[in-house]
């Protein structure tokens, strides 16, 4: 019988398919066609690389081009250079460090706490709000970076700035939008994973998203770091009501 090949998608790069790519590596029955999936490629070929369930896989794993959703399409989605759009970011933490190997067996570049160094390589300009934990890595970084990295600290003694303040320092008439709910106070937004007391004000977050939507050409925004509790469900609603504002502010003129 003649070798017959069988082309396959996989939907969902998770735990199983990353299983079934691997059975099917040394298949030659079975050709991969695609993978289909909306996390960061560099991150999907770490996870194939690095399971913490079934081990470094012993074949090479490259990635070529640009991945689809990373910082750098941040540029392509305003058609611009990443000097021309700010990042306004609003979290607890400045998510600057080179990678996670303080925390991690693995260490990562493309950690959640590397994400906005990335970013920064990348050229953009950051503005951070909200920042009440540094770690001393983040802390050097940012000082040596102050031309292009404001950050409005939410710490103790800080004073909490005007939201104009907080427009006024936005250099770029675009803007992207990185919202990370633990940068809100945990008293309104107590689902996430590393939750820091002493944040942004609810009603304070609701005007800035306003003015900033206002002022600015926001291409694109997120919000990050819903980590949902079995006991209530206001961290999920609080993210449905900021992903509404931010909807709203953005077509207000359309909707009339
Ligand atoms: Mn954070």
Redesign the pocket.
């Known amino acids: 019988m003649a070798n017959k090949t069988i082309k396959v998608g996989i939907n969902g790069f998770g735990r199983i398919g990353r299983a079934f790519l691997k059975i099917a590596w040394d298949k030659p029955e079975i050709e991969i066609v695609a993978v289909n999936d909306l996390g960061d490629v560099l991150n999907m070929a770490y996870l194939l690389k690095h399971d913490t369930v079934y081990r470094t896989w012993s074949h090479k794993v490259e990635t070529k081009g640009q991945p689809a959703r990373n910082a750098s399409s941040i540029a392509d989605a305003g058609g611009e250079k990443s000097k021309d759009i700010t990042i306004l970011q609003i979290?607890?933490?400045q998510?600057l460090r080179d990678d996670d190997r303080d925390y991690s067996n693995n260490p990562s570049k493309y950690a959640?706490?590397a994400v906005m160094r990335r970013a920064h390589e990348l050229g953009f300009p950051i503005v951070q709000v909200g920042i009440r934990t540094f770690s001393k890595y983040e802390y050097n970084f940012w000082q040596k970076n102050k031309n292009i990295i404001k950050v409005f600290p939410w710490t103790k003694n800080a004073k909490i700035p005007a939201i104009n303040e907080i427009v006024k320092s936005i250099k770029t008439k675009k803007v992207y939008l990185s919202l990370?709910?633990?940068?809100i106070d945990p008293s309104f937004m107590p689902g996430?994973?590393?939750p820091?007391q002493g944040g942004l004000e609810w009603n304070y977050t609701l005007n800035l998203i306003e003015k900033l939507f206002q002022a600015k050409d926001v291409i694109g925004a997120d919000i990050?770091?819903v980590s949902p509790q079995e006991s209530s469900v206001l961290t999920e609603y609080g993210a449905a009501q900021l992903c509404y504002a931010m909807i709203t502010n953005k077509f207000r003129k359309k909707l009339k």
């Not at 990370?180 to 940068?183: A, S, T």
């Open positions: 979290d607890a933490h998510d959640h706490s990370d709910v633990d940068g996430t994973g590393t820091v990050v770091e």
